[in-house]
């Protein structure tokens, strides 16, 4: 029996010494997960290429926290699921050791499954194309290596469509405008304030990020997207000197659409809850896993990495889609 407590002992020593000596010469420890934005920053003249591939499901619906079945109740369509497939591409560029530029180009890809009630004839309606480019700068208002806070500031250009139109069955072959989740742009400027916290403790970060969406005005179909605020905190641990892996959790609650679209059929949203602009606001709060794979430091040297998640929390102003899985598929590439 003591024998067996001296080896434990042993090993325990072992282990953390041999811990210690692989993390001697590593300046960076464990990063944010792939799904987050804009948690680091680069170095003067540091640059870095991205891509990512995030997924989005939306199966059923739901009003409040209650799932609710189709037929939906006094429309005459109920959606039924929606995938949403963005292909992000980045760049960032360290201007100074303190403020740090990224661009972002997203492409979406959104497709939407339907069932018209009286006849359950299904449909399904698609947009694809260019989003809305974001510009964004970091600034370290805090990093000493262990600790760091970072200022987020971004604006949205509204490159993205939101004149994005298809044939449903009523509209007789003719298409029309679609409703407002199957729009790629918000049409408007937006700004996106943040902060982001990072501790680093041997390998592993401590990391909390807070960014709202606020949009600037009216778009030119005349309404305004919902305002949204998101808070998600991290922890991210290195298993290996290349292989980390990440637990994490985002809440994120979002307003309702100001004014109507005017291109909308007035008729819509009697038809379907998606052209309600009354029903668009929820909160939903995720549960995230991630992994990542790193050739070299973080600041040279590529980065692949992985995060799966889904909600634990979902209340809606319904019937709307809600959420049952969203993943990142990312590269970063340091030079
Ligand atoms: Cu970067």
């Given at each position: 029996m003591r024998f067996t407590i001296k080896c434990g002992l042993l090993y325990l020593l072992a282990t953390m010494t041999s811990f210690q000596q692989v993390n001697a010469g590593h300046i960076m420890t464990a990063e944010e997960p792939i799904g987050v934005m804009g948690a680091h920053s680069h170095h003067e003249d540091g640059w870095m290429l991205s891509y990512r591939f995030m997924r989005m499901e939306m199966d059923g619906n739901r009003d409040g926290t209650n799932s609710v079945s189709s037929p939906l109740p006094g429309f005459m369509v109920s959606p039924l699921k929606m995938t949403m497939d963005m292909h992000m591409l980045g760049g960032m560029y360290g201007v100074s050791d303190k403020l740090t530029l990224m661009i972002m180009l997203p492409i979406l890809d959104i497709s939407m499954d339907h069932r018209v009630n009286m006849n359950r004839v299904e449909f399904t309606t698609e947009a694809d194309g260019i989003g809305d480019i974001k510009i964004s700068g970091v600034y370290d208002l805090i990093n000493d290596g262990k600790q760091s806070l970072l200022l987020n500031m971004a604006l949205s250009v509204p490159t993205g469509s939101i004149d994005e139109k298809d044939i449903i069955p009523a509209s007789m072959g003719l298409e029309v405008q679609l409703p407002y989740p199957m729009q790629l742009g918000s049409g408007t400027y937006d700004l996106f304030p943040g902060i982001t916290w990072l501790k680093s403790i041997d390998g592993s970060q401590l990391g909390v990020q807070a960014r709202a969406t606020l949009r600037l005005g009216d778009n030119g179909n005349g309404y305004t997207l919902g305002d949204r605020y998101?808070?998600?905190?991290?922890?991210?641990?290195?298993?290996?000197?290349?292989?980390?892996?990440?637990?994490?959790?985002?809440?994120?609650?979002?307003?309702?659409?100001?004014?109507?679209?005017?291109?909308?059929?007035p008729m819509a949203p009697v038809m379907v809850p998606t052209a309600r602009t009354d029903l668009r606001a929820g909160t939903r709060v995720d549960l995230l896993v991630g992994v990542s794979w790193d050739t070299g430091g973080h600041l040279t040297g590529h980065r692949f990495a992985a995060e799966v998640g889904a909600p634990i929390h979902q209340d809606l102003d319904g019937p709307q889609l809600e959420t049952d899985l969203i993943f990142t598929l990312g590269w970063q590439g340091s030079f």
């Open positions: 998101m808070l998600t905190s991290w922890y991210s641990h290195e298993v290996t000197r290349v292989f980390s892996s990440s637990v994490r959790i985002a809440a994120e609650t979002w307003d309702n659409i100001d004014g109507i679209d005017d291109k909308l059929n």
